[in-house]
T-cell receptor, first 115, second 114 residues
Framework: DVKVTQSSRYLVKRTGEKVFLECVQDMDHENMFWYRQDPGLGLRLIYFSYDVKMKEKGDIPEGYSVSREKKERFSLILESASTNQTSMYLC??????????????FGDGTRLSIL | AQSVSQHNHHVILSEAASLELGCNYSYGGTVNLFWYVQYPGQHLQLLLKYFSGDPLVKGIKGFEAEFIKSKFSFNLRKPSVQWSDTAEYFCAVTSMEYGNKLVFGAGTILRVKS
């Protein structure tokens, strides 16, 4: 079974801090995604990556960046955290390009609070 | 851009009642459709999916969904809900033209009263 592991379940940071959220998958999937989940808004795509060192902006990339140095790891970076980035962050992965009929596998999420 | 609309944000039902959650999407081309469920404190998991063939799709735990292309709809149904179905349900769509990106609806929170 696919395992998507997010490094923290809960995280509290201060405004202006640089924040790193880590995600690791163990099934050699090429595509990885970062979403944020907010009540009444569902999941919104921040960034995704279809290969090592490749990244594409999603629907709400402002204030975020990503890093994919290894296939199994996809990091989300909040360059200078702000209170409006308080949210639940979800990482997901699917197999190779074109596998759009395959379901995404999600991590447990990181609930991030910015004070 | 694609969008997904879920008709109700909160639904409250008694056990044994029938359930139908509405989902409409905007894209007119070939689509793949999913329903995900998130039980309290758990990660999102796939309930069912449609990508071709029979438009009536059966998923886990007695759920089913019907793809009606002419109505751009993919409604989720269950004949008799249980207390354990209390969860948040998300409809999502993707298409080859939109790449591998999943577009999610806002979610429907279902509470089943025992």
């Amino acid at each position: 079974d696919v395992k998507v592991t997010q490094s923290s379940r809960y995280l509290v940071k201060r405004t202006g801090e640089k924040v790193f959220l880590e995600c690791v998958q163990d099934m050699d999937h090429e595509n990885m995604f970062w979403y944020r989940q907010d009540p009444g808004l569902g999941l919104r795509l921040i960034y995704f990556s279809y290969d090592v060192k490749m990244k594409e902006k999603g629907d709400i990339p402002e204030g975020y960046s990503v890093s994919r140095e290894k296939k199994e790891r996809f990091s989300l970076i909040l360059e200078s955290a702000s209170t409006n980035q308080t949210s639940m962050y979800l990482c997901a992965s699917i197999p190779g390009v074109g596998e759009i009929s395959q379901p995404q596998h999600f991590g447990d999420g990181t609930r991030l609070s910015i004070l | 851009a694609q969008s997904v609309s879920q008709h109700n944000h909160h639904v409250i039902l008694s056990e044994a009642a029938s359930l139908e959650l509405g989902c409409n999407y905007s894209y007119g081309g070939t689509v793949n459709l999913f329903w995900y469920v998130q039980y309290p404190g758990q990660h999102l998991q796939l309930l069912l999916k449609y990508f071709s063939g029979d438009p009536l799709v059966k998923g886990i735990k007695g759920f089913e969904a019907e793809f009606i292309k002419s109505k751009f709809s993919f409604n989720l149904r269950k004949p008799s809900v249980q207390w354990s179905d209390t969860a948040e349900y998300f409809c999502a769509v993707t298409s080859m033209e939109y790449g591998n990106k999943l577009v999610f609806g806002a979610g429907t929170i279902l509470r089943v009263k025992s």
